[in-house]
């Protein structure tokens, strides 16, 4: 089956980066976008980054700090945050797309097919 585990989250101060880390299985990874989502305490699930092979799309609020990538020979996703900020506290979620990629509604949850558990960020200030 789908598995998709999360790791890397942590304790951060604020200006520090956190690079997290999704490895998949139970699927043909190269075959699919792939996408990290946050939610904090209270707020809606939030986009973040996804990527193709080539192809990576990124919210307004993260560009220029996050930087999404993958090794498909790892069947592994990555998430290098840079200059975090006490906002950026939150659970982060890898995510998969269907295989027909939602390229008009990707930021939206409902998009996605499959979730992790997710990791913990905390930034402090």
Do not use: H
Not at 64 to 72: A, E, K, Q
């Amino acid at each position: 089956q789908v598995q998709l585990v999360e790791s890397g989250g942590g304790l951060v101060q604020a200006g520090g980066s956190l690079r997290l880390s999704c490895a998949a299985s139970g699927f043909t990874f190269r075959n699919y976008y792939m996408g990290w989502f946050r939610q904090a305490p209270g707020k809606e699930r939030e986009f973040l980054a996804a990527i193709s092979g080539g192809t990576t799309y990124y919210a307004d609020s993260v560009k220029g700090r996050f930087t999404v990538s993958r090794d498909n020979a790892k069947n592994t996703m990555y998430l290098q945050m840079n200059s975090l900020k006490p906002e950026d506290t939150a659970g982060y979620y890898c995510a998969r797309y269907p295989n027909l990629f939602p390229s008009s509604r990707y930021y939206s949850p409902d998009s996605v097919i499959a979730w992790g558990q997710g990791t913990q960020v905390t930034v402090s200030s």
